[in-house]
């Protein structure tokens, strides 16, 4: 079965610096989202990109955050200068349509750890 | 806005008990219903779906009827096991125009003893 592949699963990084996640969406998907969840919260909706550009975004999704698709593969998050309470699992999906009956893939996601 | 609330956790249960984790949503139109599960250490699965009012969803033991009248989508199952441990999120998503996101209640966490 398809999968939605995410690197890394986790990364640490320091207060201030700039850090990247990486997800490979399914193939032949062309709607593609980020989440995240802080430890023991609620998955929280931040982004969703298609066509190459972003359909919507969460308050959360400030100018610290950005989205890309570089090469018609990865699907990336960037984080320009972490936070501590950025710390958190971040979640990429994909979906192959935006209908009731189109489900989404999620990957296992990436732990990051701000220090 | 939308959202979704889930009864508060943990839930723990002993194998073979009976299991209902209560979601009820506020949504404008005609919103999609889920549950997701996550296991310790893994992402999030898809566990069933329904798409309209009545429907009902189904998968590995788990049902929830798609209840409009009471803005409602419980979890149940007749009979757990060790092995369904795991958080279970409810989640809604809007029609066609409303972008697609999924909107995610707070989780409840399940712990099945044997």
């Known amino acids: 079965e398809p999968e939605v592949t995410q690197t890394p699963s986790h990364q640490v990084t320091q207060m201030g610096q700039e850090v990247i996640l990486r997800c490979v969406p399914i193939?032949?998907?062309?709607?593609f989202y980020w989440y995240r969840q802080i430890l023991g919260q609620k998955v929280e909706f931040l982004v969703s990109?298609?066509?190459?550009?972003?359909?919507?975004k969460s308050e959360i999704f400030d100018d610290q955050f950005s989205v890309e698709r570089p090469d018609g593969s990865n699907f990336t998050l960037k984080i320009r200068s972490t936070k501590l309470e950025d710390s958190a699992m971040y979640f990429c999906?994909?979906?192959?349509?935006?209908?009731?009956?189109?489900?989404?893939?999620f990957g296992s996601g990436t732990r990051l750890t701000v220090v | 806005g939308d959202s979704v609330t889930q009864m508060e956790g943990p839930v723990t249960l002993s194998e073979e008990a009976f299991l209902t984790i209560n979601c009820t949503y506020t949504?404008?139109?005609?919103?999609?219903l889920f549950w997701y599960v996550q296991y310790p250490g893994e992402g999030l699965q898809l566990l069933l779906k329904?798409?309209?009012?009545?429907d009902k969803g189904s998968n590995k033991g788990f049902e929830a009827t798609y209840r409009k009248e009471t803005t409602s989508f419980h979890l149940e199952k007749g009979s757990v096991q060790v092995s369904d441990s795991a958080v279970y999120f409810c989640?809604?998503?809007?029609?066609?125009?409303?972008?697609?996101?999924?909107?995610f209640g707070q989780g409840t966490e399940l712990s099945v003893k044997p």
């Open positions: 193939s032949n998907h062309l709607y």
């Open positions: 999906a994909s979906r192959l349509g935006q209908g009731a009956n189109y489900g989404y893939t």
């Open positions: 990109f298609y066509n190459n550009e972003i359909s919507e």
């Open positions: 329904a798409t309209k009012a009545d």
């Open positions: 949504a404008t139109g005609y919103p999609s």
């Open positions: 989640a809604l998503s809007g029609g066609y125009n409303q972008g697609g996101k999924l909107i």
